[in-house]
């Protein structure tokens, strides 16, 4: 079983920026994809970021240059930089391991962002 644990959200003004973290109980990056998604409002849950065991990085075209996926394997932490951001950027957001191989997929508890002014 794999616990992520989300942080590093809050209220911040159109245009400033956020760095979100994400720490799974136990070293997954060897096995698992780590992507960031979010949920706006009434809305579904979107994919946002994904980083592979071998570090490839994927961002979403609508976010891309302003959001960055990271990850730091000696503290089993991974990061969204969002910068620049905007109202439509409003939504909770989600940690998720899936695994290389096989099904499932685990789920964080997500962590609220609120952009507004």
């Known amino acids: 079983q794999v616990i992520l644990v989300e942080s590093g959200g809050g209220l911040v003004q159109p245009g400033g920026s956020l760095n979100l973290s994400c720490e799974a109980s136990?070293?997954?990056?060897?096995?698992?994809?780590i992507r960031w998604y979010r949920q706006a409002p009434g809305k579904t849950r979107d994919y946002v970021a994904q980083?592979?065991?071998?570090?490839?990085?994927h961002v979403k075209e609508s976010v891309r240059g302003r959001f960055a996926i990271s990850r730091d394997n000696t503290e089993n932490m991974v990061y969204l930089q969002m910068n620049n951001l905007n109202v439509d950027d409003t939504g909770v957001y989600y940690c998720?391991?899936?695994?290389?191989?096989?099904?499932?997929?685990?789920w964080g508890q997500g962590t609220q962002v609120t952009v507004s002014s």
């Open positions: 998720s391991a899936v695994p290389t191989s096989g099904n499932g997929q685990y």
């Open positions: 136990r070293s997954v990056f060897d096995m698992y994809h």
């Open positions: 980083i592979t065991p071998d570090r490839r990085t």
